[in-house]
């Protein structure tokens, strides 16, 4: 077994640049610190500090070892802020898995009715649908929001329900979007550059069928997986570019769009994913509970 303590001296040692440094920093004798990093590099098999001026630097083993301590001990403060908090019971805490496919704009809206709870903290994972499934199903998530439903593994137990479906819009930057392009759309299309969510977004596959259906052979400029980066690149006259109806209530934030037109024969649906504790988690009922309020509307 690894001694962390030892490590930590050595961390410390490797951090101020020398044993009487660390010795001043942690308040203890630099005899004592330097026996237990030369514990530590015994217990490695290799030296993980050489000489260097006044002070020591690090041996190519030892540049492995302070990488990984680097990484340890700010965990290890994680822990201490995240048990503090826990312990204060103030820190209403929300973990969310965001799946590549669907629109980032649109979940924002979805996760409005939470944003207001005192004293939260919103964490966002964003990942590949599967990826995200075995991290909620381990509980380092509390829902996943993804364009489908969950595939039915009674392995993982897990549980979904879909809580937005919104029709599509097109946006584009105001250079192209003259009313003429407005006029003619959809057809309009085959005439502009044009931004797509990726193969990874179940909403692709529709918007390919969709532009067959019509005959419209889109000049495809760019294909991004986030759709805050397909606004973006579209207001700094890239292309245009579809959003969800509750995507496009954040599209105002991003200066320089202009609607170009409906698209209500194609939506984009959210699914919620959670797992049996995730159920019980008062803000993943929230989200629920504000979209079955949505649908009752």
């Known amino acids: 077994m690894l001694n962390y303590r030892h490590l930590y001296y050595f961390w410390m040692v490797a951090k101020e640049g020398g044993f009487a440094r660390a010795a001043d920093r942690l308040e203890m004798a630099v005899q004592t610190i330097s026996a237990q990093v030369r514990d530590l590099e015994k217990s490695l098999g290799h030296q993980l500090l050489k000489p260097s001026g006044r002070g020591v630097a690090l041996t190519e083993a030892g540049q492995a070892a302070y990488g990984r301590a680097e990484e340890i001990f700010q965990l290890g403060q994680c822990i201490v802020d ?67 439903a969950a595939p039915r593994n009674p392995n993982q137990r897990l549980s979904s329900e879909r809580i937005a479906r919104s029709a599509l819009q097109w946006y584009g930057p105001a250079s192209l979007v003259k009313k003429s392009v407005r006029d003619r759309f959809p057809q309009s299309l085959q005439d502009l550059p044009v931004l797509l969510p990726t193969a990874h977004s ?70 919620a994913i959670w797992s049996r504790r995730g159920q019980h988690h008062p803000l993943v009922r929230q989200i629920l509970a504000a979209s079955h309020r949505a649908d009752a509307v």
């Open 82 to 148: 995240e048990v503090r908090e826990a312990a204060s019971a103030q820190v209403a805490r929300l973990s969310v898995g965001l799946s590549d496919g669907i629109s980032k704009l649109a979940a924002h809206a979805l996760l409005e009715p939470v944003l207001a709870t005192p004293h939260l903290r919103l964490v966002c994972h964003e990942g590949e649908f599967d990826e995200l499934l075995s991290e909620l199903a381990l509980h380092q998530l509390d829902v996943v929001l993804a364009g489908q």
């Open 202 to 271: 179940p909403l692709r596959s529709t918007l390919d069928t969709w532009f067959h259906d019509i005959g419209v052979r889109p000049r495809v400029v760019g294909e991004f997986e986030d759709s805050a980066l397909l606004a973006v690149f579209s207001a700094r006259g890239l292309g245009a570019f579809p959003v969800s109806q509750l995507g496009a209530q954040d599209v105002g934030l991003v200066r320089g769009l202009r609607l170009l037109g409906d698209c209500p024969d194609i939506s984009e649906e959210v699914h």
